[in-house]
């Protein structure tokens, strides 16, 4: 078992505003409490998660040349995430608002402009996909799919489906929300990938392996009330990725990996709920 693998991440990351109050009928205008700001999207999130797992994380993304590019690349270095960033000159980068309404722990995401993906031609380390026990690709780009292929374990976002399926490759696993329209296109892909997780939430969630066998897995406990489901699937998918780059078995990695969602659930924003490592996961 590998004590501190090395986990790349590819994506985007956005510059969030968290706030609590009710969405305005068209025409309307609403009055937000709370706001907290942070970096957010599929990539930053994750990334954060696995970096708080213990493991070696090198972040890969794009970022705007601007106050909001450079303080996503300093707020995720502080929280221990090597950012390896191009950076788009003349770009702005994007920013979303994410609203929690009252009585529910549901967010609601408006984002203001397209996220920036890494490309294959930016001058980054991308050797370092070779070396990586793992990675997890929620990024557009099909080029830096096919490099993220080498890693010892691949984990694809289903959202991705389209870009796994130009990119030729095969995924071990590809991550899909049970409740989610979009991620339909996971079931159809030429080449399936070994294991496809469906999660669903409070409920747990299932998994199909390469016999075609679905199996079922439990949730984690909540460690306190709901309160923001910003980031879980995000941070569910970096607890399994983490766990598949320390050598347990998908069993235990969905172990791991519920843990990480239940966790984020019950912190405001994508990161302050985050579960950080402090005992070996239940079996």
């Known amino acids: 078992m590998n004590a501190r693998p090395r986990v790349c991440v590819v994506g985007h990351v956005e510059w969030v505003t968290h706030a609590l109050g009710p969405l305005p009928y068209v025409g309307g205008i609403a009055m937000l409490t709370g706001p907290i700001d942070e970096p957010g999207g599929g990539g930053g999130i994750a990334a954060v998660q696995v970096a708080k797992l213990g493991a070696e994380c090198h972040f890969f993304t794009a970022v705007g040349d601007d106050d909001t590019g450079r303080k996503c690349v300093e707020r995720l270095t502080e929280l221990g995430v090597t950012v390896h960033a191009s950076v788009r000159a003349g770009a702005r980068h994007s920013h979303a608002l994410s609203v929690v309404q009252p009585g529910t722990s549901e967010r609601t995401i408006l984002v203001d402009d397209a996220p920036l993906d890494a490309a294959a031609d930016d001058p980054l380390d991308w050797p370092l996909l070779s070396g990586a026990d793992a990675c997890y690709v929620t990024g557009t780009n099909v080029e830096v799919l096919r490099l993220a292929r080498n890693a010892r374990h691949l984990v694809v976002a289903a959202r991705r489906a389209s870009v796994l399926e130009a990119a030729a490759v ?56 709901a309160v923001d489901a910003c980031g879980c699937g995000d941070s569910f998918t970096a607890g399994l990725t983490t766990g598949l780059a320390r050598g347990f078995t998908m069993e235990l990695a969905l172990d791991l990996a519920a843990i990480c969602g239940a966790a984020c659930l019950a912190g405001r924003g994508g990161l302050s709920g985050q579960y950080v490592v402090t005992q070996t996961p239940r079996n």
């Open 170 to 225: 095969r995924a071990d696993v590809v991550v899909a929300s049970g409740g989610d329209l979009d991620d339909r296109h996971a079931h159809a892909l030429s080449l399936a990938p070994d294991v496809l997780v469906e999660t669903a939430g409070g409920e747990g969630g299932r998994y199909r392996t390469s016999d075609g066998i679905w199996k079922h897995y439990l949730p984690a406990p909540l460690p306190g009330a």
